[in-house]
């Protein structure tokens, strides 16, 4: 019985993502909003790489609808993640972000899946350097008042590596 149920949740589940309406933005629509959205990438990591908390805000949707999960596992809202950022750029004194490749998809005319790769270099108070040459991050990201804005994020990596 527990078998039939679960197989008709995951026919019911599935048959919702073939019926949703397919995007409807046309080519170059999409590299309008592809530039837009690398933009708004550079905005958080310039705020990054500044420790600027104020200004990387601005580039996440502040609603119950943020969801981001940290590399180690954790599962925050916005108000959640700011307070984490904060925290961790007390403990930095550099940060350098370089950008290897980005890819885009379209799921909707206003919402898009940015998955970025890149590396981290960190220098921490205490002295120490660490580097993460393989870290990714996927962006959902969705039009709100007319400004592409993070509604979602999970980010991998590599642990960090001391530089020697």
């Given at each position: 019985?527990?078998?039939?149920?679960?197989?008709?949740?995951?026919?019911?589940?599935?048959?919702?993502?073939?019926?949703?309406?397919?995007?409807?933005?046309?080519?170059?629509?999409?590299?309008?909003?592809?530039?837009?959205?690398?933009?708004?990438?550079?905005?958080?990591?310039?705020?990054?790489?500044?420790?600027?908390?104020?200004?990387?805000?601005?580039?996440?949707?502040?609603?119950?609808?943020?969801?981001?999960?940290?590399?180690?596992?954790?599962?925050?809202?916005?108000?959640?993640?700011?307070?984490?950022?904060?925290?961790?750029?007390?403990?930095?004194?550099?940060?350098?972000?370089?950008?290897?490749?980005?890819?885009?998809?379209?799921?909707?005319?206003?919402i898009v899946v940015c998955s970025w790769q890149g590396?981290?270099?960190?220098?921490?108070?205490?002295?120490?350097?660490?580097?993460?040459?393989?870290?990714?991050?996927?962006?959902?990201?969705?039009?709100?008042?007319?400004?592409?804005?993070?509604?979602?994020?999970?980010?991998?990596?590599?642990?960090?590596?001391?530089?020697?």
């Amino acid at each position: 019985m527990k078998k039939n149920l679960f197989i008709i949740l995951v026919l019911f589940f599935f048959s919702g993502w073939t019926n949703q309406k397919a995007s409807q933005i046309n080519l170059q629509e999409q590299e309008t909003a592809k530039k837009e959205i690398r933009e708004v990438v550079n905005v958080i990591f310039r705020s990054l790489e500044k420790m600027d908390i104020e200004a990387l805000s601005q580039s996440y949707s502040d609603s119950t609808n943020y969801i981001l999960i940290a590399t180690d596992g954790t599962i925050a809202d916005y108000q959640v993640a700011k307070n984490h950022h904060a925290i961790w750029f007390k403990s930095l004194s550099s940060l350098k972000i370089t950008p290897i490749k980005d890819e885009f998809r379209f799921l909707a005319d206003n919402i898009v899946v940015c998955s970025w790769q890149g590396k981290f270099e960190m220098s921490l108070k205490t002295g120490k350097k660490l580097k993460i040459d393989k870290f990714g991050i996927t962006f959902i990201f969705t039009r709100i008042d007319n400004q592409w804005k993070v509604i979602y994020q999970h980010s991998s990596a590599l642990p960090p590596v001391q530089e020697k």
